[in-house]
């Protein structure tokens, strides 16, 4: 199977937040997350990410009903784990919930979730969520011990987070977290978790991912929307599934 591409579109509303915010209905509010994902398509993305945080610093709510309605691309809903956010993803009804930490001062998802800290607190939410027939990832550091919480838990993927990866820029630091990727993918595979990857992942570095095993799916955003800037989403879209063909699930 090929490595899919969950194309992040969040800061496509950043950039209409930060002129239209409280205003999203206005005819002027631009740019649209629901034309971003029409070109996202067109360019071969294969699923769409929104994630509406809790201060809504750049998704609303509805624009992840209107993204869902507007496109048949399967809707990847990131949440942190919070009784707001479990009622929307209740209506929202994703294909994909990807659980997520989130505290308002960070600028992006700075770490993976501690599932195996907060295992009582995940648990019910992911029953709640697959009792209504959405499948569950969970965005975790690459580290075994949380892959195996996550497969304890019942999840059905795991996001590896790739930021430490993508702020690697020496070999031996590279290394180690490529290292770190192989074992929990590894891991992911041996529990049968599909196993994605994202965060920080861009044109330049995506090449080194091709080392680690058993990946689905990456989930890409900021580069590709400021590549957007550029060529346009649809190109920009395109031109990361390009260099995701030189991927196989078992390098040699
Ligand atoms: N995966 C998760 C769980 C994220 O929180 C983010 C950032 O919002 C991404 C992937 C995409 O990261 P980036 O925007 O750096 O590509």
Redo the contacts with the bound molecule.
């Keep these: 199977m090929n490595l899919l591409l969950g194309v ?1 579109i ?1 800061h496509v509303a950043t950039l209409r937040q930060a002129r239209y915010s409280g205003m999203v209905d206005s005819p002027n509010a631009e740019p649209s997350p629901v034309e971003a994902a029409e070109d996202a398509l067109a360019g071969g993305a294969d699923s769409i990410t929104i ?1 509406v945080r809790g201060d809504r610093r750049h998704m609303q709510e509805v624009d992840a009903y209107r993204v869902k309605q507007a496109t048949n691309l399967p809707l990847n809903f ?1 949440m942190g784990n919070t009784q707001e956010m479990i009622d929307i993803a209740l209506k929202l009804k994703p294909d994909f919930v ?1 659980l ?1 930490p989130e505290t308002r001062e960070e600028v ?2 700075e770490g993976g979730l501690d599932v195996a800290g907060l295992y009582d607190s995940l648990e019910p939410t992911v029953k709640t969520l697959q009792a209504a027939g959405v499948q569950i990832s969970m ?1 975790i550091d690459p580290n075994v011990e949380q892959v195996e919480a996550s497969a304890n838990i019942g999840a059905e993927m795991v ?1 590896l987070h790739t930021g430490c990866f993508a702020n690697a820029h020496t070999d031996e630091a590279r290394e180690l977290e490529i290292t770190r990727l192989k074992q929990s993918a590894i891991a992911g595979h041996n529990f049968k978790l599909q196993v994605n990857a ?4 861009n044109y330049e570095n995506i090449h080194f991912l091709n080392a680690v095993p058993h990946l689905a799916e990456f ?5 590709i929307v400021a590549r957007a800037m550029r060529v346009g989403l649809t190109q920009a879209v395109r031109e990361m599934k390009e260099l995701m063909k030189a991927y196989s699930p078992n390098p040699i």
């Design positions: 992040n969040d994630h990131e990807c997520v992006t998802t965005f996001e994202g965060h920080g992942i989930n890409i955003g900021h580069t």
